[in-house]
C-alpha cells in the first residue's frame, strides 16, 4: 500500500519559513519523479515546485522562485520543500504527489496559513 504523509505545516507569520516534508512507503522512491502542489480555498490545485529522481533538475511555479526550494532524501524516501519569505497568498493546502509514467499518488495535505 502507497502512502505519502506530509507533515510540517501550520500558522506563520508574513516573511517567516516553513519547512515541510513528505515521508514515502510502499513504493520504490528512487524511482518516482517528486512534487509540491498546494490548493488555496476556492481556486484549482496548482503545481510549486518539482524535482527528478535524483534531485538533478527541479522547477518551480514563477510565484515561488527564489523563495522556495524542493529537495529529496533517497534513503529516507523523503520530500521536503523549504518554504522562505512567506506570504499571505502562500496560504493553502499543501500536496506530495509522486509520479512514475502514468502511477501517481497523492498525500493527504497539510494546511500552510500565513497570517498576521
Known amino acids: 500500500q502507497v502512502q505519502l504523509v506530509e507533515s510540517g505545516g501550520g500558522l506563520v507569520q508574513p516573511g517567516g519559513s516553513l519547512r515541510l516534508s513528505c515521508v514515502a512507503s510502499g513504493l520504490p522512491f528512487s524511482s518516482y519523479a517528486m512534487s509540491w502542489y498546494r490548493q488555496a480555498p476556492g481556486k484549482e490545485r496548482e503545481l510549486v515546485a518539482h524535482i527528478t529522481l535524483f534531485g538533478g533538475s527541479t522547477n518551480y511555479a514563477d510565484s515561488v522562485k527564489g523563495r522556495f526550494t524542493i529537495s529529496r532524501d533517497n534513503a529516507k524516501k523523503t520530500l521536503y520543500l523549504q518554504m522562505n519569505s512567506l506570504k499571505l497568498e502562500d496560504t493553502a493546502v499543501y500536496y506530495c504527489?509522486?509520479?512514475?509514467?502514468?502511477?501517481?499518488?497523492w498525500g493527504q495535505g497539510t494546511q500552510v496559513t500565513v497570517s498576521s
Open positions: 504527489n509522486a509520479r512514475l509514467g502514468s502511477m501517481t499518488y
